[in-house]
């Protein structure tokens, strides 16, 4: 069962999301955690060597519009991505 994010809390973090390069970012880089589907909006936790970053793909009906989080440790990505699904980050 994918989980779904909770409503945003009005203090939340707010992560920094930048347009998504055509070229891998993380060498082998693979989804390892992601969101249901359902939801217009997808998030999707990366990681590969040892790194790791959140992908976030809003499904419009023509495109998709990828966006994801600058690079960091698989430990702190993990942090950002448990905010995520709390409403303490977006
Ligand atoms: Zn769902």
Redesign the pocket.
């Known amino acids: 069962m ?1 989980p ?1 994010v909770a409503m945003v809390q009005r203090d939340h973090v707010r992560l920094e999301w930048r347009q998504s390069c055509p070229e891998p970012v993380l060498k082998r880089a693979r989804s390892v955690l992601w969101t ?4 217009a909006t997808v998030y999707e936790l990366y990681e590969g060597g040892g790194r790791a970053f959140i992908r976030r793909t809003v499904q419009l009906d023509r495109k998709h519009e990828i966006h994801e989080t600058s690079i960091c440790s698989i430990r702190e990505a993990r942090a950002i991505w448990t905010k995520l699904l709390s409403g303490t980050a977006r």
Do not use: A, D, E, N
Request: proline content about 0%.
């Open positions: 994918s779904h249901c589907l359902c939801r």
